[in-house]
């Protein structure tokens, strides 16, 4: 699997409309399992969050978002903001990776960031960065192995 064999193209309006509310809920199910807030804080969150990113739908500024084409089929998402919202202004930032389960496995996510990686270069940008959650060690790994770089670190322990 190379990303040559994985492209990016634009959602549709539908396709849109079916993942908002996917990818709210899975950034709140994330912020609530990091143990960041409890479920309705996250679920709070996670909705003024998208609402404000979102707030001009598919056309909102600094918004990228795109379906992953593995051929004709779509396999996942991939988000970015262009620049990121903080901070330098030559720096992309990946809100969300996602591949479907049925998907996992074959290579698409490390493809995706590459992708990602050009698409940000192609826009001018000098640096891409990303959160990730301390407990997805699949991520992590991948991320590690494409060469990113642990910038700040958030620890706690529950009493």
């Known amino acids: ?36 807030m ?8 996670a909705r003024l969050d998208i609402a404000r990113r979102f707030s001009n739908g598919l056309s909102s500024p600094g918004q990228v978002l795109f379906r992953l084409m593995a051929g004709e089929q779509p396999v996942g998402w991939l988000w970015l903001n262009v620049p990121a ?8 930032w990946v809100n969300d990776i996602a591949v479907d389960p049925a998907y996992r496995g074959r290579g698409y996510g490390r493809a995706a960031m590459l992708l990602a990686e050009r698409e940000a270069r192609a ?3 000098t640096s891409l960065g ?8 699949v991520a992590r790994s991948l ?17």
């Open 38 to 45: 409890p479920a309705e804080k996250a679920a709070e969150k």
């Open 85 to 92: 919202i903080d901070g330098d202004p030559l720096m992309a």
């Open 123 to 125: 826009r001018g940008m």
């Open 143 to 159: 991320y590690d192995s494409l060469g990113y770089e642990v910038m700040s670190q958030q620890m706690h322990k529950p009493l």
């Open 1 to 36: 699997m190379t990303d040559a064999e994985l492209i990016l193209r634009p959602p549709t309006q539908d396709e849109f409309e079916q993942w908002l509310p996917h990818t709210e809920a899975g950034y709140a199910r994330r912020i609530a399992e990091s143990g960041a």
């Open 130 to 137: 990303l959160n990730v959650h301390g407990q997805n060690t």
